[in-house]
């Protein structure tokens, strides 16, 4: 099945030779921070968790985001998501590969990596993150493997699957609330000390992972004949929509009980995130207009997307669903990580900027993403235009 | 091989798997809930909600009086730069990588939720105040780390294990005192002009390498051979620094305790340190 991949126009060779270079780009640069250590990052003493643990924690939402696709059609039977399951769990695959990496990528001792295993931890948060993280990756790699080999073969996937299949659908839950639960449970930060970041981890997961497996599947359709239909489209513009807004909604809740309650330690950060954080003489405000947009485009996608569905335009619901992936990888592989650390445990203010290094490294790790994903939707597609010639 | 014999050993070996690691991971899980639990009996025992067990065996704890290093200045820089020097701890000579293990800080930055009182003595916001790892007796720290890297010892010190550690920095995010530094690049190494990060190094104890995260250990090696810790014995004479057990009712840090009236760091955090300030 694999030797799919390797038969393709020149759009696809052309592309994958594409990310292949900028895989090699972040290849020497991550050579280069092996040899000289993280300080070649532009993280520091105060901020401890750059870029990279920041889209680590964005891709575990965007892989957790294939459960929308996976519960309706094998937990409700609903049919018409039988061409677009696939993708949901591939893409899962894609972005576990990259959080792993991601990971590897901000360990100062990456050599040592082992040792989560050899010194299993329970109490540690970070210990039940690694176990659920390979365990989500493989199940979506036995999953969606098994269904489609089925498929290529001619048959009904086999039962034995299904226990693997249900298993899933808690699981991606998990992984998302362990990833939550790295940050809520650590006292004196009090931007991440509340009990709403895994369901709104949870939420942003919903509608950032499928609309970015919509705009995926609006560029399939115009590339090749592969169309996920037009049912499947307009109830992901609802599961998308509403998982939105119940993020907005989530994020209202956080500034309403630091804006109430009027607690300093619960406000600073969101004054550093959206209005700018005075402190002393200075205002450090370096995140405020990212934050910002983000809010904006956010809503605006959120309008738009329903939108989209009443007029049935394909370039608005790309667009709209473009606006809601930025939005939320804005706020959570930027802000919510970054945010943290500002101010720090001592009441002061460092800001972050990363490095070139630094971000040819996270390009590097997306471009593998996308490699990856590439495989196996370039397979995944040929086996279902096959099937269907 | 037919379906029945593959679909039983299959069967046969997911059991074993589940047979070995069931248990133990239950054990491992009731072991922690049971040290919780002890400490909660303990703690009602000793009359109070969340008030400190008292135990058996030794816990370090220091008493740092704030007021002796304003009638000594000079003197809080001494036990850093003792400390510092006995340690190996590197000086790359700016913030973003710096290490530090003791260091002088502001009221108003070791203290942030005290200062911002309505009225209070003129000056007490920019009052230099000596900071250090509180060797908490529920530690954060120990909690996040995923190697058990670093650890809480019986006697109340939190260590680290450099060889463990894997950087990543997981303990720098619960910290809620700002206490650890990591070695962003090689402390072993040179700057542009040639010149060593650890100035002269002591060949007692061990120096760290790139990419692990380390603090202040009670100097841990000098308790082991009778002596006191570094800075408590670079302020003998002015007794700025009481250091000692806190479970004997006898020793001096216990009597200074019954009497002064100290504070802490975050108290709210619940995690009891084993540093109290007079101020």
């Known amino acids: 099945m694999?030797?799919?991949?390797?038969?393709?126009?020149?759009?696809?060779?052309?592309?994958?030779?594409?990310?292949?270079?900028?895989?090699?780009?972040?290849?020497?640069?991550?050579?280069?921070?092996?040899?000289?250590?993280?300080?070649?990052?532009?993280?520091?003493?105060?901020?401890?968790?750059?870029?990279?643990?920041?889209?680590?924690?964005?891709?575990?939402?965007?892989?957790?985001?294939?459960?929308?696709?996976?519960?309706?059609?094998?937990?409700?039977?609903?049919?018409?998501?039988?061409?677009?399951?696939?993708?949901?769990?591939?893409?899962?695959?894609?972005?576990?590969?990259?959080?792993?990496?991601?990971?590897?990528?901000?360990?100062g001792q990456p050599m040592r990596a082992m040792n989560v295993l050899l010194h299993p931890t329970p109490h540690s948060m970070l210990f039940w993150d690694m176990i659920v993280l390979n365990g989500y990756l493989f199940l979506n790699i036995l999953c969606g493997w098994v269904v489609l080999q089925s498929e290529y073969k001619g048959i009904k996937y086999p039962k034995w699957i299904k226990p693997f299949i249900y298993l899933s659908i808690p699981w991606a839950i998990s992984i998302h609330t362990v990833t939550a639960f790295l940050y809520c449970g650590l006292p004196g930060r009090h931007f991440w000390l509340t009990a709403i970041l895994a369901p709104r981890f949870l939420a942003s997961a919903f509608a950032a992972g499928p609309a970015l497996l919509m705009v995926i599947a609006m560029i399939l359709k115009r590339t090749t004949k592969f169309d996920v239909g037009r049912e499947a489209q307009d109830k992901l513009v609802t599961i998308i929509g509403y998982a939105a807004l119940l993020n907005f909604f989530f994020l209202g809740t956080e500034f309403f009980v630091a804006y109430y309650s009027q607690i300093p330690g619960h406000m600073h950060t969101l004054d550093y995130l959206y209005w700018g954080l005075g402190h002393g003489d200075e205002v450090f405000n370096n995140l405020v207009p990212f934050m910002r947009a983000s809010v904006i485009m956010g809503l605006a996608g959120i309008g738009l997307i329903f939108v989209s569905r009443a007029k049935q335009s394909d370039g608005l619901l790309v667009i709209s669903c473009l606006l809601i992936f930025f939005s939320f990888w804005i706020d959570k592989g930027l802000g919510l990580v970054l945010g943290g650390f500002v101010p720090n445990m001592l009441d002061q203010v460092t800001e972050y900027y990363p490095s070139v290094q630094e971000l040819g490294i996270t390009a590097a790790i997306w471009a593998t993403g996308f490699f990856i994903l590439s495989i196996l939707y370039k397979v995944a597609i040929s086996v279902k235009l096959e099937n269907e010639a | 091989m037919d379906s029945k014999r593959r679909d039983f050993l299959k069967i046969a070996g997911l059991s074993a798997i589940a047979g070995l690691a069931v248990p133990s991971a239950f054990n491992t899980l009731l072991k922690g809930e049971a040290i919780a639990s002890e400490h909660g009996e303990a703690a009602a025992a000793a009359g109070g909600h969340g008030a400190a067990a008292a135990k058996t065996g030794k816990r370090y704890g220091m008493v740092i009086d704030v007021k002796k290093f304003t009638e000594n200045p000079g003197l809080a820089d001494k036990c850093v730069s003792v400390c510092h020097t006995i340690h190996n701890v590197p000086d790359f000579g700016n913030k973003k990588d710096e290490i530090k293990w003791i260091w002088v800080d502001s009221f108003k930055h070791?203290?942030?939720?005290?200062?911002?009182?309505?009225?209070?003595?003129?000056?007490?916001?920019?009052?230099?105040?000596?900071?250090?790892c509180n060797h908490c007796d529920n530690p954060p720290c120990v909690r996040a780390c995923?190697?058990?890297?670093?650890?809480?010892?019986?006697?109340?010190?939190?260590?680290m294990d450099y060889h463990r550690c894997i950087g990543c920095r997981f303990c720098m995010a619960a910290c809620p005192y700002g206490a650890r530094s990591f070695n962003w690049r090689d402390p072993r190494g040179k700057d542009a002009n040639g010149q060593p990060f650890?100035?002269?190094?002591?060949?007692?104890?061990?120096?760290?390498?790139?990419?692990?995260?380390?603090?202040?250990?009670?100097?841990?090696?000098?308790?082991?051979?009778?002596?006191?810790?570094?800075?408590?014995?670079?302020?003998?004479?002015?007794?700025?620094?009481?250091?000692?057990?806190?479970?004997?009712?006898?020793?001096?840090?216990?009597?200074?305790?019954?009497?002064?009236?100290?504070?802490?760091?975050?108290?709210?955090?619940?995690?009891?340190?084993?540093?109290?300030?007079?101020?």
């Open chain 2, 110 to 132: 070791v203290f942030p939720d005290d200062s911002s009182q309505y009225k209070q003595p003129e000056g007490l916001n920019s009052l230099p105040i000596l900071t250090l």
């Open chain 1, 2 to 107: 694999i030797e799919k991949a390797l038969k393709g126009s020149t759009g696809y060779w052309l592309w994958m030779l594409f990310l292949l270079s900028i895989m090699g780009v972040g290849g020497l640069c991550y050579v280069q921070q092996f040899n000289y250590g993280l300080g070649i990052t532009g993280m520091s003493r105060d901020v401890t968790w750059g870029i990279y643990i920041s889209q680590f924690t964005f891709l575990v939402g965007v892989a957790a985001g294939g459960l929308m696709l996976v519960l309706p059609y094998y937990l409700h039977n609903y049919k018409a998501f039988g061409r677009i399951v696939i993708l949901g769990e591939f893409m899962a695959i894609a972005a576990i590969a990259m959080c792993l990496m991601f990971i590897i990528a901000d360990l």
């Open chain 2, 146 to 159: 995923p190697t058990q890297a670093t650890f809480r010892s019986k006697d109340g010190i939190v260590g």
């Open chain 2, 198 to 279: 650890i100035k002269a190094e002591n060949p007692k104890f061990p120096t760290r390498m790139r990419g692990v995260v380390e603090k202040c250990n009670f100097c841990t090696e000098r308790l082991a051979i009778g002596q006191i810790p570094a800075c408590v014995e670079a302020a003998a004479q002015s007794k700025a620094l009481v250091f000692g057990d806190l479970n004997d009712p006898n020793s001096e840090i216990s009597q200074v305790l019954k009497t002064t009236f100290t504070i802490q760091r975050k108290p709210s955090a619940g995690t009891h340190p084993s540093l109290f300030y007079i101020i």
